[in-house]
């Protein structure tokens, strides 16, 4: 993974420090130094340029390829990112962020021959999972150190302890590097002057939280996002009071956010979002006095922050210079709050996911400022006509507008046609619209994202030409946009990379061009009537993530190529007309789900399947003609959570394994084949088993008494077998049982049992006699 997410914050706080550091550095060679470069120091800088080459794709957010102008026989301080020390030539900044420079950076580079250095900055270059150098620790003047975005790995030296000036560090979004907790508690103890520190990304995974408590007070950003720390936060935040930018985001903590934090005065980022996995928690009168003691706050990030007991309108007490709020799946319930004007330099605002109810305020639409707004997948939301239109005429600067799941069915499609000329993104999933929708979006010169889907009275045309080449995410699934699969739409929309045209209107469609989508990640045509062969221009498709065509009329046997498709995790070819065997090559992949249900596959389940250890999903049910014993190597799959291979033409016995190899599974579909033996009794405590279907075997013996582990149950199903027991009386204490299927077999009991007069206790169906 070549970069982490960096919070708004973060971006243009990198962006200033760059900016800043450069402006330095020619304010610097402007003024001429009375004393030129050092021999030394030109020879070794020279050295550190020939040991690395310059490569486009090398740096992401700026590119300028300083070393370019570093010429043998001229001044080393006049050249790009070099700054002397005027009286004396001594270089001491070095700044070759955004460098493009591609090689690996050893221990023995020249670079650390330059020990005057006071600022380093080798940011958003690739050093090709370079260690970080212990050497680092030989610069024991540097007060400025960022090595951020420069795909570093391995362990953070302890040698970092040694550079005691530092003021700021920067280690952000390189290849995991880690970093000890003795190694970290040296940095803490000896880096007393430290008012930076950007570590996200650096797995500090062993490193408690309270150990946080030891950095200097003087602190006034801390930015520890992605770094696997986990556990409470730290209780004693108030030590850091001139802290200005936090984020603890993206990371395993866990409990209430403690009071103190209310006590952090300066703080204008606060982010703690993202730690879903245990959840943090905010309690009314913790947020309320966070809100109230937090008047500089311009950012706000909480997504997944357990705020469920928070009153809506509470958010009316926020700093009024809020630029940036994102409660993202935080529990939310209750009316949208009114009175939004207050937030007049509010750009981002992110509250999808929550139970929110009710009107989008009228005077939504004073908002002028805002660039992005994220209201989707609320429990009721709606917005009336009026409110849309005010939103539409006033917000100019809007770029992204997600209302997924809001009602808008009064709303007619046309009023979208003044939306800003600026927008990139658009998300109106299932929001009722219907009539026809404004063609001019399309044409949007920088829409990016687009997604309709899910409004079936939703009608239009896609356009042949015209449209905007920037496109990257296009769903029409579900709506009634006439689309051409043709030559214009295949060479107009090269830079797609998400196409979603589910139970879509296809007019007309020749997919022997789909393959000049080449950065596709997700390709769904389900449902649209397609025929022919599986088009052998999809092979180009080398970044394919997933691929569904379920629900179509191709036919032919599955084709080869698909297993070169190495990126591809998710496959879905069922309910078509496919023949043939399933290909053995499939262990090139490495597939999360695979679905090749109601097709005419013939043959056994090649051994290959049972080597996808990240297989989620498997679905073979329905071919007829698939044959052979199911292995017991299926109990290979740990994290499979459905699995089902119905309606096939299966023997032997069934692995006895299937009752406790993955707590995981939830649905287990074994129906109508032709297995014998006796039912798996080796159910676990503890399993997510949901559904089990043995219908329409041989199987023999008892009902195992293990199933009482199965808590979740909520469908058993094991009629039309040979199963010879008494009536099983101890399925009773299944909570979540609703269906019981065991007709058909040699069962002998009374149903509802010796001690009760109950026909059925606790059973939503029976459909056993009382005596079989």
Same mark, same amino acid.
């Given at each position: 993974?070549?970069?982490?997410?960096?919070?708004?914050?973060?971006?243009?706080?990198?962006?200033?420090?760059?900016?800043?550091?450069?402006?330095?550095?020619?304010?610097?060679?402007?003024?001429?130094?009375?004393? %030129?470069?050092?021999?030394?120091?030109?020879?070794?800088?020279?050295?550190?340029?020939?040991?690395?080459?310059?490569?486009?794709?090398?740096? +992401?957010?700026?590119?300028?390829?300083?070393?370019?102008?570093?010429?043998?026989?001229?001044?080393?301080?006049?050249?790009?990112?070099?700054?002397?020390?005027?009286?004396?030539?001594?270089?001491?900044?070095?700044?070759?962020?955004?460098?493009?420079?591609?090689?690996?950076?050893?221990?023995?580079?020249?670079?650390?021959?330059?020990?005057?250095?006071?600022?380093?900055?080798?940011?958003?270059?690739?050093?090709?999972?370079?260690?970080?150098?212990?050497?680092?620790?030989?610069?024991?003047?540097?007060?400025?150190?960022?090595?951020?975005?420069?795909?570093?790995?391995?362990?953070?030296?302890?040698?970092?302890?040694?550079?005691?000036?530092?003021?700021?560090?920067? $280690?952000?979004?390189?290849?995991?590097?880690?970093?000890?907790?003795?190694?970290?508690?040296?940095?803490?103890?000896?880096?007393?002057?430290?008012?930076?520190?950007?570590?996200?990304?650096?797995?500090?995974?062993?490193?408690?939280?309270?150990?946080?408590?030891?950095?200097?007070?003087?602190?006034?950003?801390?930015? @520890?996002?992605?770094?696997?720390?986990?556990?409470?936060?730290?209780?004693?935040?108030?030590?850091?009071?001139? $802290?200005?930018?936090?984020?603890?985001?993206?990371?395993?903590?866990?409990?209430?956010?403690?009071?103190?934090?209310?006590?952090?005065?300066?703080?204008?980022?606060?982010?703690?979002? +993202?730690?879903?996995?245990?959840?943090? %928690?905010?309690?009314?009168?913790?947020?309320?006095?966070?809100?109230?003691?937090?008047?500089?706050?311009?950012?706000?990030?909480?997504?997944?922050?357990?705020?469920?007991?928070?009153?809506?309108?509470?958010?009316?007490?926020?700093?009024?210079?809020?630029?940036?709020?994102?409660?993202?799946?935080?529990?939310?319930?209750?009316? &949208?709050?009114?009175?939004?004007?207050?937030?007049?330099?509010?750009?981002?605002?992110?509250?999808?996911?929550?139970?929110?109810?009710?009107?989008?305020?009228?005077?939504?639409?004073?908002?002028?400022?805002?660039?992005?707004?994220?209201?989707?997948?609320?429990?009721?939301?709606?917005?009336?006509?009026?409110?849309?239109?005010?939103?539409?005429?006033?917000?100019?600067?809007?770029?992204?507008?997600?209302?997924? %799941?809001?009602?808008?069915?009064?709303?007619?499609?046309?009023?979208?046609?003044?939306?800003?000329?600026?927008?990139?993104?658009?998300?109106?999933?299932?929001?009722?619209?219907?009539?026809?929708?404004?063609?001019?979006?399309?044409?949007?010169?920088?829409?990016?994202? $687009?997604?309709?889907?899910?409004?079936?009275?939703?009608?239009?045309?896609?356009?042949?030409?015209?449209?905007?080449?920037?496109?990257?995410?296009?769903?029409?699934?579900?709506?009634?946009?006439?689309?051409?699969?043709?030559?214009? &739409?295949?060479? #107009?929309?090269?830079?797609?990379?998400?196409?979603?045209?589910?139970?879509? #209107?296809?007019?007309?469609?020749?997919?022997?061009?789909?393959?000049?989508?080449?950065?596709?990640?997700?390709?769904?045509?389900?449902?649209?009537?397609?025929?022919?062969?599986?088009?052998?221009?999809?092979?180009?498709?080398?970044?394919?993530?997933?691929?569904?065509?379920?629900?179509?009329?191709?036919?032919?046997?599955?084709?080869?190529?698909?297993?070169?498709?190495?990126?591809?995790?998710?496959?879905?070819?069922?309910?078509?007309?496919? %023949?043939?065997?399933?290909?053995?090559?499939?262990?090139?992949?490495? @597939?999360?789900?695979?679905?090749?249900?109601?097709?005419?596959?013939?043959?056994?389940?090649?051994?290959?399947?049972?080597?996808?250890?990240?297989?989620?999903?498997?679905?073979?049910?329905?071919?007829?003609?698939?044959?052979?014993?199911?292995?017991?190597?299926?109990?290979?799959?740990?994290?499979?959570?459905?699995?089902?291979?119905?309606?096939?033409?299966?023997?032997?016995?069934?692995?006895?394994?299937?009752?406790?190899?993955? #707590?995981?599974?939830?649905?287990?579909?074994?129906?109508?084949?032709?297995?014998?033996?006796?039912?798996?009794?080796?159910?676990?405590?503890?399993?997510?088993? +949901?559904?089990?279907?043995?219908?329409?075997?041989?199987?023999?013996?008892?009902?195992?008494?293990?199933?009482?582990?199965?808590?979740?149950?909520?469908?058993?199903?094991?009629?039309?077998?040979?199963?010879?027991?008494?009536?099983?009386?101890?399925?009773?204490?299944?909570?979540?049982?609703?269906?019981?299927?065991?007709?058909?077999?040699?069962?002998?009991?009374?149903?509802?049992?010796?001690?009760?007069?109950?026909?059925?206790?606790?059973?939503?169906?029976?459909?056993?006699?009382?005596?079989?």
């Amino acid at each position: 993974m070549r970069f982490y997410l960096l919070s708004l914050s973060q971006f243009f706080s990198s962006i200033l420090f760059l900016f800043h550091f450069q402006t330095t550095i020619s304010s610097s060679n402007d003024s001429s130094p009375s004393h %030129s470069c050092a021999h030394g120091q030109s020879v070794s800088l020279l050295q550190f340029k020939a040991s690395f080459s310059i490569k486009s794709s090398a740096s +992401g957010y700026c590119q300028h390829p300083k070393t370019e102008s570093w010429k043998e026989g001229t001044d080393c301080c006049l050249w790009d990112g070099v700054t002397c020390e005027m009286k004396t030539g001594v270089l001491t900044e070095l700044n070759l962020a955004c460098s493009l420079l591609y090689g690996t950076l050893h221990s023995n580079s020249t670079l650390f021959s330059l020990r005057h250095l006071r600022k380093l900055d080798l940011s958003d270059n690739h050093f090709k999972s370079s260690h970080i150098s212990p050497q680092f620790g030989q610069f024991s003047n540097l007060t400025h150190l960022n090595l951020s975005l420069s795909v570093f790995a391995g362990q953070v030296p302890s040698e970092f302890s040694l550079l005691s000036k530092l003021v700021s560090l920067d $280690l952000s979004a390189n290849y995991y590097p880690s970093l000890e907790p003795i190694s970290f508690d040296k940095l803490v103890q000896n880096l007393t002057q430290l008012r930076e520190l950007r570590l996200s990304g650096v797995d500090m995974s062993l490193v408690a939280p309270d150990s946080l408590m030891n950095l200097s007070s003087s602190l006034s950003s801390l930015i @520890l996002n992605s770094c696997g720390l986990q556990g409470k936060l730290p209780s004693s935040m108030r030590k850091f009071k001139h $802290l200005q930018y936090l984020n603890l985001g993206e990371n395993s903590f866990s409990g209430p956010i403690p009071y103190d934090f209310e006590q952090l005065a300066e703080l204008v980022s606060l982010v703690l979002s +993202g730690n879903e996995n245990d959840y943090l %928690s905010l309690e009314p009168t913790s947020f309320d006095k966070l809100a109230q003691n937090l008047t500089q706050l311009r950012e706000l990030q909480l997504s997944f922050v357990d705020m469920s007991l928070v009153v809506p309108n509470f958010l009316m007490n926020v700093s009024s210079s809020l630029s940036s709020l994102q409660l993202y799946s935080c529990g939310l319930q209750g009316e &949208f709050p009114s009175f939004m004007t207050k937030f007049k330099h509010l750009q981002y605002l992110d509250l999808r996911y929550n139970n929110l109810t009710g009107s989008i305020p009228y005077d939504f639409g004073q908002l002028n400022e805002l660039v992005s707004i994220d209201l989707s997948f609320n429990d009721y939301l709606s917005v009336e006509p009026i409110s849309f239109d005010k939103i539409v005429q006033n917000l100019t600067k809007l770029r992204g507008l997600r209302l997924g %799941s809001v009602n808008m069915d009064l709303v007619t499609p046309n009023s979208l046609a003044n939306l800003s000329s600026s927008l990139s993104a658009l998300g109106l999933w299932g929001c009722g619209l219907q009539g026809k929708f404004p063609g001019n979006i399309f044409l949007l010169p920088n829409l990016r994202v $687009l997604d309709l889907s899910a409004n079936d009275r939703l009608t239009g045309s896609f356009p042949s030409s015209n449209v905007s080449n920037d496109l990257r995410l296009l769903g029409l699934s579900h709506t009634k946009i006439s689309v051409y699969l043709d030559y214009d &739409f295949f060479t #107009n929309l090269k830079l797609l990379e998400v196409l979603v045209l589910k139970y879509c #209107n296809i007019l007309r469609s020749n997919l022997t061009m789909i393959g000049q989508l080449t950065q596709l990640t997700r390709l769904d045509l389900i449902g649209n009537n397609l025929g022919g062969q599986i088009p052998p221009s999809l092979r180009n498709l080398v970044h394919l993530n997933s691929l569904y065509l379920g629900n179509n009329n191709f036919s032919g046997q599955i084709p080869d190529f698909l297993t070169s498709l190495t990126q591809l995790e998710n496959l879905g070819l069922s309910l078509n007309h496919l %023949s043939g065997t399933i290909p053995s090559q499939i262990n090139t992949l490495s @597939l999360k789900l695979f679905d090749l249900g109601n097709n005419h596959l013939h043959g056994p389940i090649p051994s290959s399947i049972f080597k996808q250890e990240n297989l989620e999903g498997l679905s073979l049910a329905s071919n007829s003609k698939l044959t052979g014993e199911i292995s017991s190597s299926i109990c290979n799959l740990k994290l499979l959570r459905f699995l089902d291979l119905s309606n096939n033409s299966f023997s032997g016995s069934v692995p006895q394994c299937l009752g406790n190899f993955s #707590n995981s599974l939830s649905v287990l579909n074994l129906g109508m084949n032709n297995l014998q033996g006796t039912i798996f009794s080796t159910f676990s405590k503890g399993n997510n088993l +949901g559904y089990l279907n043995l219908n329409g075997n041989k199987l023999e013996g008892k009902i195992p008494s293990s199933i009482i582990n199965c808590a979740m149950l909520e469908v058993l199903d094991l009629g039309n077998n040979k199963i010879e027991d008494t009536f099983p009386y101890f399925l009773e204490t299944l909570p979540e049982l609703h269906v019981l299927v065991l007709k058909s077999n040699k069962l002998q009991g009374f149903v509802n049992g010796p001690t009760t007069n109950d026909p059925s206790p606790n059973y939503g169906f029976l459909t056993s006699p009382a005596i079989i």
